[in-house]
């Protein structure tokens, strides 16, 4: 069992950066891809980044290839999404997921239960 926690969301104006951070709890973190997925209202829950195990491959979704970063460090458990000049668009509810690296909700096993981010034009 893994318990994800992710923070670091929040209001922010467009061209703006956050960081969102996600903890990772239980079993060993640094054996489970990560990955990063948002919603918005009244849209189906979309992939934004994931990362290997060791942290060496990452992938993006189109939408947010170079303006987000995704990193973990493995000895703090936790899971980084750098967020840079941000859009009204990205605004969404932001997850954290473990268990691989595809664009694919479904083959993760482990969420969080979000953290918001809200960008204003």
């Known amino acids: 069992q893994v318990q994800l926690v992710e923070t670091g969301g929040g209001l922010v104006q467009a061209g703006g950066s956050l960081r969102l951070s996600c903890a990772a709890s239980?079993?060993?973190?640094?054996?489970?891809?990560m990955g990063w997925f948002r919603q918005a209202p009244g849209k189906e829950r979309e992939f934004v980044a994931s990362?290997?195990?060791?942290?060496?491959?990452?992938y993006y979704a189109d939408s947010v290839k170079g303006r987000f970063t995704i990193s973990r460090d493995n000895a703090k458990n936790t899971v980084y999404l750098q967020m840079n000049s941000l859009k009204p668009e990205d605004t969404a509810l932001y997850y954290c997921?473990?268990?691989?690296?595809?664009?694919?909700?479904?083959?993760?096993?482990?969420w969080g239960q979000g953290t918001q981010v809200t960008v204003s034009s």
């Open positions: 239980g079993r060993t973190f640094s054996s489970f891809h």
């Open positions: 997921a473990a268990g691989a690296v595809t664009g694919r909700a479904s083959d993760y096993g482990y």
């Open positions: 990362i290997n195990w060791r942290g060496v491959m990452t």
